[in-house]
């Protein structure tokens, strides 16, 4: 007789600090745990040989925005944060715990360089345009290769990159956006500033709040970044504004408006997302201060 088959009914994510967040199945969007090798070890002073399994090369899992407010979803250490702070305040993940329909589970590891009490470079946090949050862990380079810090990964080597990338974007709409422009101008210049806006906001993270030495430090580059990005969303909706009244054909309009619509849903969510980077710094400082 055919055994049944096994089915994942929750996923535990499991930190460096030995915390776990779990979620139910139906949370995710979906999953892709690639390449899970499995290993056998035998523990120094051990009789037994134990199963461990590895996600090689690495994992991506998108959680539905509304796993953010289910209280059953909430940290178990830190409970002052939402499921989505918990993931993005620290790079911390360590493994997957894949629950199953009849009690039992397995642990898959994921890639991480980071030692003790330290954050892995491989991963990269992001909330999407839609509110869902995207987790990815990359695989480990090979040795003595350089890592690939593609859009995946938040950078943190230039402090500065959200402000030259606001001032770049902000020249855009200065320079780009004219009473004369085209239909077709118009839609390669909104597809330029949308897809610059949604990378700031992939990459928002530590690039737009680079460590400071103090908590006054840091809320006065965030102050900072949220004026230029005032005055550039100022800017932008004067540009734009002559444009309902062009004599174009009614597709061609249609078109532009959903283009500006995207485009102000980026920025709305820019601007979310800033509140709640200097809000997780301020939360980072009271949980040292708790653990103090």
């Given amino acids: 007789m055919a055994t049944k088959e096994k089915k994942i009914v929750a996923i535990v994510f499991g930190f460096e600090n030995v915390e776990g967040l779990r979620f139910d199945i139906d949370a995710f969007e979906y999953t892709d745990i690639r390449d899970v090798r499995m290993s056998y070890i035998q523990h120094r002073g051990s009789d037994k040989l134990e199963e461990h399994c590895w996600a090689e090369d690495g994992v991506e899992l998108l959680i539905k925005k509304e796993a953010n407010d289910n209280p059953k979803y909430h940290p178990t250490t830190y409970k002052k944060l939402t499921p989505f702070q918990r993931l993005k305040i620290f790079n911390d ?40 949050l995207l987790v990815k862990v990359r695989a480990l380079p090979e040795k003595d290769n350089v890592p690939d810090k593609g859009d995946e990964v938040r950078f943190t080597s230039h402090p500065d990159n959200t402000e030259l990338a606001i001032a770049e974007i902000h020249q855009k709409i200065r320079d780009s956006i004219s009473q ?12 330029h500033i949308h897809g610059a806006i949604k990378e700031v906001n992939q990459r928002i993270g530590k690039a737009a709040l680079p460590e400071c030495d103090t908590l ?20 932008w909706k004067g540009k734009r504004l002559p444009i309902f009244d062009k004599k174009w054909e009614l597709d061609q309009k249609r078109c532009v408006m959903n283009k500006m619509l995207d485009i102000d849903h980026a920025f709305e969510q820019f601007l979310r997302l800033l509140d709640e980077e200097i809000m997780l710094e301020r939360l980072c400082i009271e949980l040292y201060d708790d653990c103090d």
Avoid: H
Wanted: net charge negative.
């Fill in 180 to 191: 004369d422009i085209s239909p077709e101008e118009c839609d390669t210049v909104f597809n």
């Fill in 93 to 132: 993940i360590v493994s997957l715990e894949l629950i199953y329909d009849d009690g039992t589970s397995r642990y898959v590891y994921v890639p991480y360089d980071g030692d003790s009490c330290e954050e892995s470079s491989l991963q990269s946090v992001w909330e999407t345009e839609e509110g869902n």
């Fill in 216 to 235: 006054k430090e840091t809320e006065a580059v965030y102050e900072r970044i949220r004026d230029a990005a005032l005055k550039m969303i100022g800017e």
